[in-house]
């Protein structure tokens, strides 16, 4: 716990991030870091047929990274097994993943010093 010299009885509840894993309905995982939780949308500039000299925007695109979990730790067998399905090298035929058995729902959830929830994230499809 983080100690303040202008207020000693505050606590810093995010001095270490936290993270559960939450995946069909268990938790599974904890991790330690998370990174790529950002989106990014374009803005499309148009011009309207009956005002050419005024510029308009508009949301375009939505582009979402790639999030990294780092430094976690599992002891669900299906959970590891399916992040593995990643890392298959060199598979060859008829070692393809199906789809609906590869992208999967994940919620994971921030949690502060205290062990409370913070925030959730659902991640679709992932």
Request: proline share 4%.
């Amino acid at each position: 716990m983080a100690q303040f010299s202008v207020n000693p009885h505050r606590f810093d509840p995010y001095k270490n991030y936290k993270f559960r894993v939450k995946w069909e309905g268990k938790y599974v995982a904890g991790v330690s870091e998370v990174s790529g939780l950002r989106r990014i949308t374009e803005v499309v500039t148009y011009r309207a047929g009956g005002d050419p000299g005024m510029m308009r925007k508009s949301p375009g695109r939505t582009n979402y990274e790639p999030i990294i979990l780092k430094r976690g730790v599992t002891h669900d067998t299906d959970f590891e097994n399916w992040v593995n399905q990643v890392f298959k090298l060199g598979g060859g035929s008829g070692n393809e993943v199906a789809l609906a058995s590869y992208k999967k729902d994940v919620i994971l959830e921030l949690l502060n010093e205290a062990g409370q929830l913070v925030i959730a994230y659902k991640i679709y499809r992932c």
